[in-house]
Structures are given as structure tokens and as C-alpha cells.
């Protein structure tokens, strides 16, 4: 139901944009949003974005990362300029039809798209 694409192999401080889209099976989403999971690492939040285009980002990709939405695609995007070998991770875009902005507790998941950085 979300399908996630655009991550790949680069070198450090290379860019990527990751795009994910909903099926139209989703209906009425409010926040969208990016985890990731870093080999024997937890899974982190990102950054995430509601339908109104408010905004929250982790404290370690703040300024950097770049999340934006289409709500008519139902689609979130995330640009990742100057990449780090330390993004190197599993990419997971999530979505949430409830309305406890800025709580993000996602109801559907994507399959994940792997970024890798090589230094």
C-alpha cells in the first residue's frame, strides 16, 4: 500500500530523493513520513509531514534533510543532499490517518528502500 523508491549506492556527498506514493486504498492520510533502521540499530524517525505541510525532523538530519508531500499523489518525498556514510540504512516511508499531530504513530508501512553511502 506504500511503495517506496529512489535509494541506491553513492559516494559521500552525493544526493539522493527518496519518493514514496500510497495506493488509493489509503484514504484520509495526515502524516507522512520517512524512518530509518541502520544495521543493529533501532528504527528512527526521520522526519515526517502532515497534509496542512507542518513539519518535524530528527535532531541528526535537521537542516539537511528536506521532507515534502503531494497530497493530490498521495506521495512524500525526502531530498537528502551531502550524504554521510552514517545515513547509510533501510529507508521507510509510513503513513498515519489519526490526527495527534505531532504524535506519528504509523498505521501502513512501506518495504523499505536501502541507502548506502560509501565514504
Known amino acids: 500500500q506504500l511503495q517506496a523508491s529512489g535509494g541506491g549506492l553513492v559516494q559521500a556527498g552525493g544526493s539522493l530523493r527518496l519518493s514514496c506514493a500510497a495506493s488509493g486504498s489509503i484514504f484520509l492520510i495526515n502524516v507522512m513520513g520517512w524512518y530509518r533502521q541502520a544495521p543493529g540499530k533501532q528504527r528512527e524517525l526521520v522526519a515526517a509531514?502532515?497534509?496542512?505541510?507542518?513539519?518535524n525532523y530528527a535532531d541528526s538530519v535537521k537542516g539537511r534533510f528536506t521532507i515534502s508531500r503531494d497530497n493530490a499523489k498521495n506521495s512524500v518525498y525526502l531530498q537528502i543532499p551531502a550524504l554521510k556514510p552514517e545515513d547509510t540504512a533501510v529507508y521507510y516511508c509510513?503513513?498515519?490517518?489519526?490526527?495527534?499531530?505531532?504524535?506519528?504513530?504509523?498505521?501502513?508501512w512501506g518495504q523499505g528502500t536501502q541507502v548506502t553511502v560509501s565514504s
Open positions: 509531514i502532515t497534509r496542512g505541510g507542518s513539519t
Open positions: 509510513a503513513a498515519d490517518t489519526s490526527v495527534n499531530w505531532p504524535t506519528f504513530a504509523p498505521e501502513y
